[in-house]
């Protein structure tokens, strides 16, 4: 039997340990599908761990493209307990806006093997106009060493299930503003730049991203959508993420473990960087 809050599932489990066998009581991540929609027309589908929607909603179609601006987005209206429609999401966007053909669904989910693929993804992005994220001073590397426990200590979610991807918004001082937790990396990076657009923050110069795992391409390209000008991960980016953050200005850094790391783009944002 499987026990479900919003985010967290509470199940019976067997448990083998050093040859004995015990049936013991454990956490799951929650995972839900999301369907944005507007109008007759889908937005997107993902599997998504409950919590945080409205943030997730908002961040996934600021930095897909669907809008362009916090005033693009009149609303949106999440299913109740008992919807029919229990995992459909409700958004009114502004007159103005006009959805291209298709609707946003994820365009820029490309494998790490498909460099057609990412050749076109990079192609669209040129073509939204993204620009360069500005940034005032440069970044302290000993405030950077100190961010991956910060996270860490703020997992709620992940100290008891182990199962959830963090993505955490910084300031230059390194103060942590806000911290989301999800099954996939991309809507934990999604709920913080939604948080961010709703609360009129975006673009966000002069912060810093960090997400828990690796930083892939869709992870650059939502920072450089957001103006966030340093991304960093605690593990490796993958080379068409690298090519992105080279090609549109963003500071891309991994490895960010301890007191050591590993910049791939714009160095020059990194205080006393020796290149």
């Not at 050749?119 to 950077?144: M, N, V, W, Y």
């Amino acid at each position: 039997m499987v026990h479900k809050t919003r985010n967290i599932e509470l199940t019976q489990v067997t448990q083998w340990e050093d040859g004995n066998a015990t049936r013991v009581q454990d956490y799951l991540a929650a995972e839900e599908p999301l369907e944005m929609r507007a109008g007759r027309r889908s937005l997107g589908v993902t599997l998504r761990t409950p919590g945080n929607d409205e943030e997730l909603v908002a961040g996934f179609i600021f930095t897909e493209g669907v809008i362009s601006r916090r005033e693009d987005l009149v609303a949106v209206r999440l299913p109740a307990d008992g919807d029919r429609e229990r995992n459909v999401a409700r958004v009114t966007l502004a007159p103005k806006v006009r959805l291209l053909a298709g609707g946003a669904a994820r365009r820029f989910s490309a494998g790490s093997a498909c460099g057609v693929c990412g050749k076109a993804s990079i192609d669209q992005l040129r073509r939204r106009g993204l620009k360069r994220p500005q940034s005032e001073t440069p970044f302290d590397p000993e405030i950077l060493c100190q961010l991956p426990e910060k996270l860490r200590e703020a997992q709620q979610v992940f100290g008891r299930t182990g199962g959830l991807h963090a993505a955490a918004l910084f300031s230059a001082q390194g103060k942590m503003l806000v911290l989301r937790e999800d099954i996939g990396r991309h809507n934990a990076v999604d709920k913080v730049i939604g948080w961010a657009l709703l609360s009129g923050r975006v673009p966000l110069s002069n912060h810093v991203l960090l997400v828990s795992g690796r930083g892939g391409f869709e992870i650059v390209q939502k920072s450089i959508a957001a103006g966030i000008p340093l991304l960093a991960s605690v593990s490796a980016p993958s080379s068409l993420a690298v090519q992105l953050a080279r090609e549109l200005g963003l500071t891309l850094i991994g490895f960010l473990r301890g007191r050591r790391f590993v910049i791939y783009s714009e160095e020059d944002r990194i205080a006393s960087a020796a290149i």
